[in-house]
Structures are given as structure tokens and as C-alpha cells.
């Protein structure tokens, strides 16, 4: 059994070990209007990574919530885009780290304004210098924990849209909250799921369309020669409200910018 | 300027960026009656870190607020030991991760009983399966990022009071809730601050009180042959509400257990 809290009517419950521990998990969902192309994609990895945290909900409970929240807010946007924003945490209480065996989750549910579109003639991108570190069993996970990202956001300055971060093996695995596309030779190559902080819907979707398209795609780790080399045609970020962003700047070093992943994405059918 | 929420009479603040993303660090001090012999500590290290967080709050504040708690509270628990809880985070609001400029921290404040006494005969310890991955950057802070220690403790069963988490390394680093002390030959030996999740203020005073009982100390990373090789002169969990507490099963392994440390570090006339 969830609890359900409405941000626009209750506050965060008594003693939520989201706000102790960052026991918990969040999906940020794009709607237009009223739908939601990627919403399965979220259902699933919202109730696939409560699963791996052993939080237990089901996908079809969220989708309920999913379902009430549109018939709530959907009207305060039109047909312009909003987002959705749902909250999972362990639930309330326990002794210190440790969860009560019966403890219940809670799920909250905020909704916001859209962010500014993005230009589409490509953002300019730095490397964070807040190193990445993944706990391999958490891979992917888009967790509560997010202090790294946090103090990598912290760095945006001027016109920076986003910054890269590595790990300690100084692989460039993602932005703060992007994923990462380039493009290499004839091959799409984005870093392997293992590695991520954040395994993001608009990646899953990028490359199911890649694969469709029959292109050549890699999942492997990148260098930053892999970026910046001249057999780098093209980096793209990946988000689910924002979609596919091409780089037109990385570290002062100018990129070429196309819409080519984008035709093949095809996001303006999807997410328009 | 700090916003102060009173657990007790009001709930955490709508948006606030602890719950959101972890962004922020807590406190549990131990109080007996309305004494809290490590408060310095305490205040030194929520201080130091949520500066190293970019969390602008004065020592004094924090001292303040700890003396309002004080009064508040102390009269409900006699002459018995309380715990009382600070969480303070970097504020509410800001577009996504990155905060916004002139944001101003929140501070909530809770009590609670303390947790029963541990058997000074010793307590029965193992190895978690959870890696511990720690940020350089963000070493010993004791962050709202807890999500590997609650997995860890999840774990906990039976007559098993603490388990022990391992870095990528291999080294034994720290239980899930406390910090760990061997003694070595002739030597006590804890693992270092710089690979430490939480830098315990308790392990701060046992350094400071072996240091000054003139014992040879190191700071060192330990490998499990540490734990229960022949030269394991006893082994020691410590946290600033238990104090200091002898292992004497480590995994099926029989350990040397005495009263050694709490001895030199003189817990029942600080904690007392």
C-alpha cells in the first residue's frame, strides 16, 4: 500500500526517509496537454528500480497516480508542456538506517512549468569538476542521492548549458542531468548502462530508435579524444523533457551540429 | 539565514532540496540530561562540511539553535541520554540541481529516546554485501546521501549488530552506523579520513584520547587479515551515541575482546 501526498495540498510526511537518507527514487515526466509519449518507459523504470531497492510498488499503482495526477493538473496547462514529478521513498520512519519490516512507501506527486525550449542550433558544454562515482549495484538508478549532480549544477556559469562528468577511470559518462550521444566514424557510441549515475528514459528511447533505423550503435565507455577527436562528428545530450540537444561548443572546442540524430529520433512527432 | 523547523510543530518545508536530491548533511548528538560532552565536535564538523557543500551557516548559529533544543527538550528525558537530530540542507527551490543564488538553508530539529545500551561483553559483526563507493570530494561528510548504508543495514539479522562495508579497493572501511578501530600488534590502526563515508565524531575523540595516552596510532587502510589475522589484538565499532564497542564474533571469527579502549578513551565519565 502507497501513500499518496499531493505537494499542492500536504507537505512532505513526518519522519520521510527520503529527507533522511535519500531512501527513495524520482521520475520527472514531459506531458503535452495531456500525454505522455515516454510514459511506459517511466512506469518501468520507476517500478523496475524501486524494485532493485527493494521498495515495494507496483507498476500498475503507479500508473493509477500517473493517471489521477493528469486529470488533476492537466488543465492548468492547455495543450503546452508541464511536468510531472513523482516522488517514491521507502516511507516514514525506522531504526536509524535500518527500515521497519512493514514500513509502506510514500509517493509524492509536485507538477512545474516546463523549462525554456532549447536553441536548436546546439548548447555550449563544459567537464564539471566534480568527479562521478557509481555504486555498481545503483547503476542507473535515479535515486534520491544526488549530491554530486548538485554540486556540478552549482558550476553552470554564463552561458554553460551543461557539464560533462567523469569517472576515476576518466571516462566522460553523462552530464548532470543528461545522458550522452556521439557520434563516431559511421557509429552512435553512448556509454554502458553499468557506468551511469542515471539511466535516462530519452536514452532508452534514442536507442530503441537507432536500432530501428538499423544504425550502428555501440555501448561503450568514452574518451575524451572520443569528443572531442576529428573522428567525432557530432555530441548530443539526451533528456526526457528536453529531448535531443546537439553540442555546438565543448571545452571552447567547436563541434559539428546537425539534426540528424533528432530526424532519427524523431522527437517532433513524439513529444510535440 | 537559517529557516528553523521544529519537528514537533511544523513539517519539512514544501521544496525543500534534502528531500529532493539529498543536498544537505545532519547531526545525531547524544545528550544526557542536558549534557552533551562531544558538542563541540558536533558543531566543528556540521560546520566545517556544509561549508565544504557550499551550505553558508555560522558555528554560532548552529550553537544557538542546539542551546534553544536544549531547553526545549531536555526536561522530557530526566537525567536519561536523548538523541537529538539536526538535518540541515542547502534550502528549497532552484531549477532542477542547480540552486538557486541567494537560497538560505533550512535546519530541522527532532528528538528521540537513545537506543538501548549495548552488552560491553561485545557484539556479533559480519561483512555486508554493499560496496561503498565514496566521492573523494565529499569524504567523511555526514551527507543526506545514505542510500548504500540503508541497503547495507537492510542486511542486518538475528543477533548481528553492525555489518562492515569494503571499498573498491578491498579495504574494510567502516560499519554502516559506526567507525572501526583495530589493534594491531602494538598499534591501533583506523582507516583513513580521505576513504571514509562518515568521519565519526566519536572516532575524532578516540584518536584525540589515544593520541594523548601517548598509544601509537595510524591512520591506514585495512584489509580483512587485519580483522582476523594473529596479529588482531581486538577490533572496536565506534559512534558518538553507543561510544566505543568491542566485536567478539567477526564473520565466524572469534575475537580477543577487553575493555582496553573504552578505558583509554574514559567513555563512562564523558557519556556518563
Same mark, same amino acid.
Not at 7 to 32: I, K, N, Q
Not at 161 to 175: P, Q
Not at 241 to 269: E, F, S
Given at each position: 500500500?502507497? !501513500? ?5 495540498? /500536504? ?48 507498476? /500498475? ?143 532508452? !528511447? ?5 536500432? /530501428? ?26 533528456? /526526457? ?11 571552447? !572546442? ?19
Amino acid at each position: 500500500m502507497l !501513500h499518496l501526498y499531493w505537494a499542492d495540498e /500536504s507537505s512532505a510526511p513526518p519522519g520521510d526517509r527520503g529527507l533522511a537518507y535519500g531512501d527513495g527514487l524520482f521520475e520527472t515526466v514531459s506531458v503535452t496537454g495531456d500525454r505522455s509519449p515516454l510514459l511506459g518507459y517511466h512506469l518501468d523504470r520507476l517500478s523496475r528500480d524501486a524494485g532493485r531497492l527493494a521498495i515495494p510498488v507496483a507498476r /500498475s499503482e503507479l500508473e493509477k497516480v500517473f493517471n489521477q495526477a493528469l486529470l488533476r493538473y492537466s488543465d492548468l496547462y492547455g495543450t503546452g508542456q508541464w511536468i510531472l514529478k513523482l516522488t517514491l521513498t521507502r516511507g516514514s520512519g525506522g531504526r536509524g538506517y535500518r527500515p521497519d519490516p512493514g514500513i509502506q512507501p510514500n509517493l509524492m506527486v509536485s507538477h512545474s512549468a516546463a523549462p525554456a525550449p532549447v536553441d536548436p542550433g546546439g548548447v555550449v558544454v563544459d567537464f564539471s569538476r566534480i568527479p562521478l562515482t557509481v555504486n555498481p549495484l545503483f547503476a542507473g538508478i535515479k535515486s534520491l542521492n544526488r549530491l554530486e549532480q548538485v554540486m556540478a549544477a552549482r558550476e553552470l556559469r554564463g552561458d554553460i548549458y551543461e557539464l560533462l562528468m567523469s569517472n576515476r577511470e576518466g571516462h566522460v559518462v553523462e552530464g548532470t542531468r543528461t545522458n550522452l550521444f556521439v557520434c563516431s566514424g559511421q557509429t552512435w557510441v553512448t556509454p554502458p548502462a553499468s557506468t551511469l549515475a542515471v539511466a535516462g528514459v530519452m536514452r532508452r !528511447h534514442v536507442l530503441a530508435r537507432l536500432h /530501428s533505423a538499423g544504425q550502428e550503435v555501440r555501448e561503450a565507455p568514452l574518451q575524451l579524444e572520443d569528443l572531442v577527436g576529428d573522428n567525432c562528428h557530432g555530441v548530443w545530450l539526451t533528456n /526526457s523533457v528536453l529531448g535531443v540537444v546537439p553540442v555546438r561548443n565543448l571545452a571552447g !572546442h567547436d563541434l559539428p551540429v546537425d539534426q540528424r540524430l533528432a530526424t532519427i529520433v524523431g522527437l517532433p512527432a513524439i513529444l510535440g
